[in-house]
Every structure is written in structure tokens, then in C-alpha cells.
């Protein structure tokens, strides 16, 4: 199975803030990458599909980008309700796999 | 507006049987990929199944191979995961998500989640 790290786990910081979230899988997955937000007691939310590609309806303060084996979500500018923990999630092959998530808090 | 409904979750002793179903509504519903996901509570995302658009291509992840089996009906707009022998282990929320034809595995539209709690 392919193993996804995410970095780092936990990420305080503020409205306004530039955030980065990074991903990193165990081999190459070419660009078979996506990005989900989670909210407590919610499903998750598809953000980012195909390591770059924007899902309709979200906002585009978000973006992702890489391929092979490093990838990277970027919130531009954190809003009130980016509250939250991201997963990437790998789907080169089966099964596919999820990062451990990324809490994003209040600083 | 695409609604994803996920239910039968609940209590079940160890060893037991649960038949977890999920409808969905405001698509194509035979276009789509369904697939399972869980969540212990408190923890990360794991897939665990998914069905192809007209049911032909099962998979599921080794660790419920043998004892998980998903199935649809297109007619119903419905995908069954049918889990027996049921372990502590598979206590979590269950989140039923469709994938679209260009890639299964973009979980695009997902349920509000059903739990199952195995206990005696």
C-alpha cells in the first residue's frame, strides 16, 4: 500500500494567514492527488482533485500543487471558516490511501 | 442538488451482521462509482470498498476482504455494503461517497455518515 505523510499535524495560525499543508507519498503517484476538508461531526468536503484542479464551488484562496511524490495545499489567505483538518489522499492505486490529517487551529 | 443518504448503522455484537445502505439522489445515479470510506471517531479516513457504475468491479481493502461484500441497484439508486462477523475493530462512522468515471476514487459527493458500535 502507499503511504501518505502529511505535514505537519497540527498548525496553529491566524485569519489573514498564508498556510501551507504538505503531502508526501511513499512512491510516486504522478499527479493522483486529492485534498479533502473535514469540520467536526461533518464528511469531508473534496477540495482539491488531481493535485492542482480546483473542485467547483470552492473558494480560490485554495490551491494545491506537485506530482510524484511531494504535494502542498495552500490556503492564500485563512478565513474564519478554513477552520479545520485537511487529508490528502492518494488514488494511484488501490486501496487508496489517506494522509493522517492536518488540524488546522485558532492561533 | 446531489443528496447522498447513508443508513443502517448501529449496535451489533461481535460476530455479528449489518447491512449498510446508501441512496442517492440529484445525479445519474448509474454514471457513478460508489465507494466506502470510515472513520474511528476522533480518527483519519480509510477506505474500504467501492463498486463500479453497473456493478461488474468490486474491490475492497484487504483488511475486509471475506467478510465486507458491496453490491447496487441501479433501479433504487442504492449501494449495499454488507458486513458480517462483525469485529470491536469496525466500530466507526461509515461515509458512503461517489466517484466520478474519469477517476473512481475522487470522492466527489459524500453521505453524512452512519455509525455501527460492536459490543456485547
Known amino acids: 500500500d502507499i503511504q501518505m505523510t502529511q505535514s505537519p499535524s497540527s498548525l496553529p495560525a491566524s485569519i489573514g494567514d498564508r498556510v501551507t499543508i504538505t503531502c508526501r507519498a511513499s512512491q510516486s503517484i504522478n499527479s493522483y492527488l486529492n485534498w479533502y476538508q473535514q469540520k467536526p461531526g461533518k464528511a469531508p468536503k473534496l477540495l482539491i482533485y488531481?493535485?492542482?484542479s480546483l473542485e467547483s464551488g470552492v473558494p480560490s484562496r485554495f490551491s494545491g500543487s506537485g506530482s510524484g511524490t511531494d504535494f502542498t495545499l495552500i490556503i492564500s489567505s485563512l478565513q474564519p471558516e478554513d477552520f479545520a483538518t485537511y487529508y490528502c489522499?492518494?488514488?494511484?492505486?488501490?486501496?487508496?490511501?489517506f494522509g493522517q490529517g492536518t488540524r488546522l487551529e485558532i492561533k | 442538488e446531489v443528496q447522498v443518504v447513508e443508513s443502517g448503522g448501529g449496535l451489533v455484537q461481535p460476530g455479528g451482521s449489518l447491512r449498510l445502505s446508501c441512496e442517492v439522489s440529484g445525479i445519474t445515479f448509474s454514471y457513478y462509482w460508489i465507494n466506502w470510506v470510515r472513520q474511528v471517531p476522533g480518527k483519519g479516513l480509510v477506505w474500504i470498498s467501492r463498486?463500479?457504475?453497473?456493478?461488474?468491479?468490486?474491490s475492497s481493502a484487504d483488511f475486509v476482504k471475506g467478510r465486507f461484500t458491496i453490491s447496487r441497484d441501479n433501479a433504487r439508486n442504492t449501494v449495499y455494503l454488507q458486513m458480517k462477523s462483525l469485529r470491536a475493530d469496525d466500530v466507526a462512522v461509515y461515509y458512503c461517497?461517489?466517484?466520478?468515471?474519469?477517476?473512481?476514487?475522487?470522492?466527489?459527493?459524500w453521505g453524512q455518515g452512519t455509525l455501527v458500535t460492536v459490543s456485547s
Open positions: 489522499q492518494q488514488t494511484s492505486s488501490l486501496p487508496s490511501t
Open positions: 463498486v463500479s457504475s453497473d456493478g461488474s468491479a468490486p
Open positions: 488531481s493535485a492542482s
Open positions: 461517497a461517489t466517484g466520478p468515471h474519469w477517476n473512481p476514487s475522487v470522492f466527489q459527493n
